[in-house]
C-alpha cells in the first residue's frame, strides 16, 4: 500500500489498478467495459480492506491428514451501497465476500446547495456485530458520504471501512473531520474538485457511465 498523508487512508500500489484506472478515465471506453473495470477495481480493493479481518482456528479433515486451519470469525459481513453509482462496485465486493448481506441507501444532492437528501434506506439487521463496507465509486466533496455514514452509524453499525475509485483531497478531509473512525479504501487521490463538484481529472459522472444516462 502507497503511504498517504492522512493516517486512515489506503492507497493499493498495484500497476493493474492503475491500468484499468487509466481505461476508466477514458471517455471513449464503452459502458459495459467501464462496468467490469469498476467491478474488476472494486474486487482489488475489497481484497486489500479484508486483510485485517477476525480469524478462528477450527479442525478440518484434508485428503490426506486431520490439521488446523483458520476461517473468518463472527457474522457475515455487511456491504451498503451509495445509491446508484455504488451498485456498479457490489458485485466486486460479493466476489470476494460471497455470503455479505447487502443493504442500500439512497441519496440525491440537492442541485443548488449540493447538500445530500436521503430517499431510501434498508440495512442487514444486526449491523453492530458486522464488518460494514459503504461503497462508492467516487469521493467528491464528502458530503453524501458523511451523510450515509451517519445513517449506518445510527442504525447500529461500528466497524466501517469505506471503498471508493476515485477520491480526492477536498473529500478525504470532510470524511476525516467528520468520520476519524472510518478507514477509507481508495484506488486513487485525484487532484481536486471543479466549480461543480466533480474531481479533477476523474472520470466524469460514474452513475450515468454505469448506466448510459449521459
Known amino acids: 500500500m502507497k503511504k498517504t498523508k492522512w493516517g486512515n487512508v489506503f492507497l493499493p500500489n498495484h500497476s493493474y489498478i492503475e491500468h484499468k484506472l487509466s481505461m476508466m478515465r477514458d471517455k471513449d471506453t464503452p459502458k459495459k467495459i467501464f462496468k467490469e473495470l469498476i467491478e474488476e477495481v472494486s474486487i482489488m480493493l475489497t481484497y486489500e480492506a479484508t486483510k485485517d479481518f477476525p480469524m478462528q482456528d477450527i479442525n478440518i479433515q484434508t485428503p490426506l491428514m486431520n490439521t488446523t486451519c483458520r476461517i473468518i470469525r463472527g457474522r457475515k459481513p455487511a456491504v451498503i451501497p451509495i445509491l446508484r453509482a455504488g451498485l456498479g462496485m457490489v458485485e466486486g465486493v460479493l466476489k470476494i465476500i460471497p455470503q455479505a448481506k447487502v443493504g442500500h441507501i439512497g441519496l440525491y444532492r440537492k442541485p443548488d446547495t449540493l447538500e445530500p437528501v436521503e430517499y431510501y434506506s434498508k440495512y442487514p439487521t444486526h449491523l453492530e456485530e458486522r464488518e460494514v463496507f459503504v461503497v462508492d465509486p467516487m469521493l467528491a466533496t464528502g458530503g453524501s458520504v458523511s451523510y450515509a455514514l451517519n445513517s449506518i452509524k445510527k442504525a447500529g453499525?461500528?466497524?466501517?471501512?469505506?471503498?471508493?475509485?476515485?477520491?480526492?483531497?477536498?473529500?478525504?478531509?470532510?470524511?476525516?473531520?467528520?468520520?476519524?473512525?472510518?478507514?477509507?479504501?481508495?484506488?486513487?487521490?485525484?487532484?481536486?474538485?471543479?466549480?461543480?463538484?466533480y474531481i479533477l481529472p476523474g472520470l466524469g459522472d460514474a452513475g450515468d457511465r454505469l448506466f448510459g444516462t449521459l
Open 157 to 197: 453499525a461500528e466497524k466501517i471501512k469505506f471503498l471508493c475509485i476515485i477520491s480526492c483531497p477536498e473529500g478525504i478531509e470532510r470524511l476525516q473531520n467528520d468520520h476519524p473512525d472510518i478507514r477509507i479504501y481508495t484506488a486513487s487521490i485525484d487532484e481536486r474538485l471543479n466549480d461543480h463538484a
